[in-house]
C-alpha cells in the first residue's frame, strides 16, 4: 500500500482531496450507503482513520480535525489557481503625454511588470491630442494628458510647471525674433499653444527655428544652442538653463495631469491605480 503523501501526489489533486473532504465532513456522514466505502478506502491510503464511530454519534477523529481544514485550504488554492491560469490574457494599453513621461518612467513601468507579470502590458508616448483620440477609438485603455478641456473631466495626478530653456550658450539680440524650437503643428500640441500664446500677449516676435515631432527631437534642438523652448520643468535634459527672467520672457501658466480610463478587467483596474499611485507620489512637491 502506497503512503497517503504518495497517493496524493500520484492521482489529480483537486480531485482526490475533494473527495476526501466529501467524505470527512458534515452531514456527508450521514449519507452511509455511497460515502461508507469511499472513506473506508481512503482512510487506507492515507493510513489514519479520519472519523470515530459510536453508536450514538459519528465525529472526526483528532487525525480528521487536522486533515479536514488543510485539505479544504488546499482545494481553495488549486481552484484559485486554475481560475488564474484559465482566464483570458488581460491587456492594459497605456498613453502618457510626451513631457509627461519623466525620468521615472522606467522605474513606473517596471513597477507595473513586477506587479503582474501575465499583464499584456503595451505602452504609447505621444501629444495629448493624438493619445486622446486614440483612447477615443479604443485603442488605449487609458492616458494620462493635459487637461485642456474641462468637459472631459478625469482624475487629477499633478501639475506640470514650464520655463523657458536654452544652452548656456543660447544668445538672442533684443529688437530681432526669438528663435523657438517647437513640436509640429500636426499634433496640435497643449505645450506649444500654450508658449506662442504667451509670447504673443506679450508682444514678443518669434519665428520657427526648429520643428521637431516629438519632445526628444526639440530637446537635441535645444541642446545645440541656436534656439529656446518652453519645456516642462520636471523633463528638461541635463546642461539647459532657464532663460525666461534674464530674456524677460512671460510666464508660461500650469498644466493640468489628468488620467482617463475605460472600463477596466479587475486585473488591470488594480495595475492601473497602482501605477497612478505611484505617479502621484513621484510628482509631489520637493520639501
Given at each position: 500500500m502506497r503512503d497517503g503523501a504518495g497517493w496524493i501526489e500520484g492521482r489529480e489533486p483537486g480531485r482526490a482531496l475533494r473527495e476526501a473532504v466529501e467524505v470527512s465532513g458534515g452531514d456527508l456522514f450521514r449519507q452511509r450507503a455511497i460515502r461508507?466505502?469511499?472513506?473506508?478506502?481512503?482512510?487506507?491510503?492515507?493510513?489514519?482513520?479520519?472519523?470515530?464511530?459510536?453508536?450514538?454519534?459519528?465525529?472526526?477523529?483528532?487525525?480528521?480535525?487536522?486533515?479536514?481544514?488543510?485539505?479544504?485550504?488546499?482545494?481553495?488554492?488549486?481552484?484559485?489557481a486554475i481560475t488564474e491560469f484559465s482566464e483570458a490574457p488581460c491587456r492594459l494599453a497605456l498613453g502618457?503625454?510626451?513631457?509627461?513621461?519623466?525620468?521615472?518612467?522606467?522605474?513606473?513601468?517596471?513597477?507595473?511588470?513586477?506587479?503582474?507579470?501575465?499583464?499584456?502590458?503595451?505602452?504609447?508616448?505621444?501629444?495629448?491630442?493624438?493619445?486622446?483620440?486614440?483612447?477615443?477609438?479604443?485603442?488605449?485603455?487609458?492616458?494620462?494628458?493635459?487637461?485642456?478641456?474641462?468637459?472631459?473631466?478625469?482624475?487629477?495626478?499633478?501639475?506640470?510647471h514650464y520655463g523657458w530653456f536654452a544652452a548656456p550658450a543660447f544668445e538672442w539680440r533684443p529688437g530681432t525674433p526669438l528663435r523657438l524650437a517647437l513640436l509640429s503643428t500636426v499634433c496640435n500640441c497643449p505645450d506649444r499653444l500654450r508658449a506662442v500664446e504667451a509670447l504673443d500677449k506679450a508682444g514678443i516676435a518669434w519665428n520657427v527655428a526648429f520643428v521637431g515631432g516629438g519632445g526628444a527631437a526639440v530637446n537635441i534642438a535645444v541642446s545645440a544652442g541656436f534656439v529656446v523652448s518652453a519645456l516642462a520643468q520636471r523633463v528638461v535634459p541635463p546642461g539647459l538653463v532657464e532663460v525666461g527672467r534674464e530674456l524677460g520672457l512671460p510666464p508660461i501658466p500650469p498644466s493640468e495631469i489628468v488620467l482617463h480610463s475605460h472600463a477596466l478587467a479587475p486585473r488591470a483596474r488594480e495595475a492601473l491605480h497602482m501605477l497612478a499611485t505611484a505617479f502621484r507620489e513621484y510628482n509631489l512637491p520637493a520639501g
Open positions: 461508507r466505502g469511499r472513506r473506508r478506502r481512503l482512510e487506507e491510503k492515507l493510513g489514519a482513520r479520519l472519523i470515530e464511530r459510536t453508536p450514538r454519534r459519528v465525529r472526526l477523529s483528532a487525525r480528521g480535525a487536522v486533515f479536514l481544514p488543510a485539505a479544504r485550504e488546499f482545494l481553495a488554492a488549486h481552484e484559485r502618457f503625454v510626451d513631457h509627461v513621461a519623466g525620468p521615472e518612467l522606467s522605474i513606473l513601468i517596471a513597477q507595473l511588470h513586477a506587479h503582474d507579470p501575465s499583464l499584456a502590458l503595451s505602452i504609447r508616448i505621444d501629444t495629448s491630442s493624438l493619445l486622446e483620440e486614440a483612447f477615443d477609438r479604443g485603442e488605449l485603455d487609458a492616458v494620462i494628458v493635459h487637461q485642456e478641456d474641462d468637459s472631459r473631466g478625469g482624475e487629477a495626478l499633478s501639475r506640470t
